[in-house]
């Protein structure tokens, strides 16, 4: 979410607003500070007795167009999109969608759908079209969204890192906090940073993903003491292609070695690595021909 909010002086100068007594206007000031970014306030009350405000301060607000007080007692700031932009990399949709559906942007002014039906002039005809079109925007601008992110997760060769990174979408998806297209990309190239020199990239950049999504982080982070001591168990048990014997008995038998390794993080990692050299140089899973010799 944005840290940073404005305010238009088209608004805060206007002398509807300047009319207003300061503890109206403090009041004002104060839970537009603490909106979301989309202007949505959870906690008015709250912020009422943080500036010593009364309820007469709240209705004079309401009563002056510059607020708008729902029955679950969220409000939001009427003129949010004219004293606020924030930029698509850093904006996280509110999660009051069942008040903001009872709304629609006119001249970056948020109206209630039934006022907007009300209201309606022969003159004035906007408020009517963005009521009708506004939802179908929505959708597909989302829908452009997801496809694009459909076509940077293809761009990802290793399919078990691309199917991990979808995880990861669904999970911030599920959090009410969506990542961007530009967003992935950046996450993308920082995961490819964190583990470039590491013995199996793919597999660290698995575990920094698994890590993030277990835990509900909206970023990921680098694996610590964890880049270095899987850099060295690699470097010490040869898994560069050079210097391993690509043989079926060759693999086979340093995969089955690989119990050996303590570090179960490392164990897991060098294991998978073996099991993927060998499917693609032999086309088929190391599992089946490791019950096919104990049958043997």
Not at 47 to 56: A, D, G, H, L, P
Not at 64 to 80: C, E, L, M, P
Not at 216 to 232: Q, S, T
Request: glycine letters at 2%; aromatic letters at 8%.
């Amino acid at each position: 979410m944005a840290e940073r909010r404005m305010f238009s002086k088209t608004i805060i100068n206007s002398d509807l607003f300047l009319d207003l007594p300061s503890s109206a206007q403090n009041l004002y000031f104060h839970l537009s500070l603490n909106a979301d970014d989309e202007g949505f306030v959870n906690s008015p009350k709250k912020i009422m007795k943080y500036v010593n405000s009364q309820i007469e301060d709240m209705e004079l607000l309401v009563e002056n167009g510059f607020i708008k007080k729902f029955d679950s007692g969220i409000v939001v700031i009427i003129h949010w999109n004219l004293h606020n932009y924030i930029q698509k990399d850093r904006f996280k949709a509110t999660i009051y969608q069942k008040e903001k559906q009872q709304l629609v942007l006119v001249g970056k002014k948020y109206v209630m759908k039934d006022e907007c039906t009300q209201f309606v002039s022969n003159v004035d005809t906007d408020c009517v079209s963005i009521l009708e079109t506004q939802d179908s925007i929505e959708k597909n601008s989302e829908e452009q969204d997801r496809l694009e992110l459909v076509g940077i997760l293809n761009e990802i060769e290793n399919e078990k890192v691309r199917a991990k990174f979808e995880s990861f979408i669904n999970m911030r998806e599920k959090n009410h906090s969506p990542l961007t297209p530009d967003a992935l990309r950046i996450l993308i190239k920082k995961a490819y940073g964190l583990t470039k020199s590491l013995a199996n990239q793919d597999e660290a950049i698995i575990m920094i993903l698994d890590r993030s999504i277990i835990n509900n982080y909206k970023d990921i982070y680098p694996l610590e003491n964890m880049e270095i001591g899987v850099a060295n168990h690699f470097e010490n048990i040869n898994c560069e292609v050079e210097e391993m014997d690509e043989s079926k008995e060759g693999i086979y038998k340093e995969w089955l070695n690989t119990d050996s390794i303590a570090n179960l993080e490392v164990q897991r990692a060098y294991k998978n690595s073996l099991e993927e050299k060998f499917k693609k140089l032999y086309n088929e899973d190391i599992e089946v021909y490791h019950n096919r010799m104990l049958n043997s």
